[in-house]
């Protein structure tokens, strides 16, 4: 008798252990997409329940909260950047553009960016066709699935549990007139909250800076201002209204100049004619700059 109760004991003492430790990992992914889930996004942003509370209640994290805060348009790449694909590629063109975007989807349209027809996904193409020569019968538009369409001013929680409820990982923004704005991955949403999401292909980056042509760079808003200006051979921070025991990076230099947090294509020039071009930036930072050297600069690099 003993024995059966002590046995019974030992199991409700099993199941209870199982349950917490279920209950206490399911991860960061599983509470995101709960704190958004489609019956919170539909309808009022305002009620998505975006506050995690750990054991101590801190309130929510700084990433939970631009969920609410920021819209798609601060987050999405801007449709000068956008790598597309022509409805009228060949497998050959196809593959090509694949191997020099390094992405795994792509959208395609028919004549112009502004008239999307949906994307490809690269291993769509790889199982039917392969990548080294197709026959004549390559019919891309039967490999495209369908995109998904959004307003810049969708705050980018709804959209999250959109893409998450619809399976999408790609969505194409459409401006008031109905043409293409931008564009956006669930990776850009989900970077809001977690931070930068390092892949295979961002590890290969590992200048902080290469020349793009001469006297034009391209450089990471993090690169040290001192080695940048050792590369170029010429001070940025020589001028009377810079102060420069403030400045580290080249996109601190920038951020004071600009006087805030510059949009992505925005030019900003420096006092001695020096351009920043701001390649890549969100709401909060600038991650990617275009220097372009005066030629007078340029003969002093030489």
């Known amino acids: 008798m003993g024995?059966?109760?002590?046995?019974?004991?030992?199991?409700?003492?099993?199941?209870?252990?199982?349950?917490?430790i279920q209950s206490n990992s399911g991860g960061f992914l599983r509470r995101l997409m709960e704190a958004i889930s489609p019956a919170d996004a539909g309808g009022d942003v305002q009620n998505l329940q975006l506050e995690y509370e750990p054991t101590q209640s801190l309130g929510p994290t700084p990433g939970m909260i631009?969920?609410?805060?920021?819209?798609v348009e601060d987050v999405a790449v801007p449709k000068v950047d956008i790598?597309?694909?022509?409805?009228?590629?060949?497998?050959?063109?196809?593959?090509?553009?694949?191997?020099?975007?390094?992405?795994?989807?792509?959208?395609?349209?028919?004549?112009?960016?502004?008239?999307?027809?949906?994307?490809?996904?690269l291993k769509d193409m790889a199982l039917k066709y392969g990548f080294n020569g197709a026959s004549g019968d390559f019919d891309l538009q039967a490999m495209l699935r369908p995109l998904l369409f959004v307003p810049p001013s969708m705050p980018i929680g709804v959209l999250l549990a959109k893409m998450q409820t619809e399976r999408r990982h790609m969505a194409l923004v459409i401006d008031e007139y109905g043409g293409v704005?931008?564009?956006?991955?669930?990776?850009?949403l989900i970077e809001q909250v977690v931070g930068e999401i390092e892949d295979e292909h961002d590890q290969a980056e590992v200048a902080l800076w290469t020349e793009e042509a001469p006297g034009c760079f391209i450089a990471f808003a993090k690169t040290p201002l001192d080695e940048f200006e050792s590369e170029i051979g010429r001070s940025l921070t020589a001028d009377e209204d810079i102060d420069e025991e403030d400045i580290d990076t080249l996109g601190g230099l920038v951020f004071m100049l600009a006087g805030r947090v510059p949009t992505r294509g925005e030019l900003v020039v420096h006092p001695d004619g020096t351009e920043f071009e701001v390649i890549d930036a969100d709401a909060r930072r600038i991650k990617?700059?275009?220097?372009?050297?005066?030629?007078?600069?340029?003969?002093?690099?030489?």
Not at 66 to 71: F, G, H, S, T, V
């Open 288 to 302: 990617r700059l275009r220097v372009i050297l005066t030629e007078a600069q340029q003969h002093v690099a030489e």
């Open 181 to 188: 704005d931008g564009l956006v991955t669930i990776e850009d």
């Open 83 to 121: 790598k597309a694909l022509a409805a009228t590629m060949s497998h050959g063109e196809v593959v090509d553009a694949f191997r020099e975007s390094g992405f795994s989807r792509l959208p395609v349209y028919d004549g112009t960016l502004d008239t999307p027809v949906g994307f490809l996904h």
């Open 3 to 20: 024995d059966s109760t002590d046995g019974s004991s030992s199991a409700a003492q099993s199941a209870q252990a199982e349950s917490q």
């Open 66 to 71: 631009n969920l609410r805060r920021m819209r």
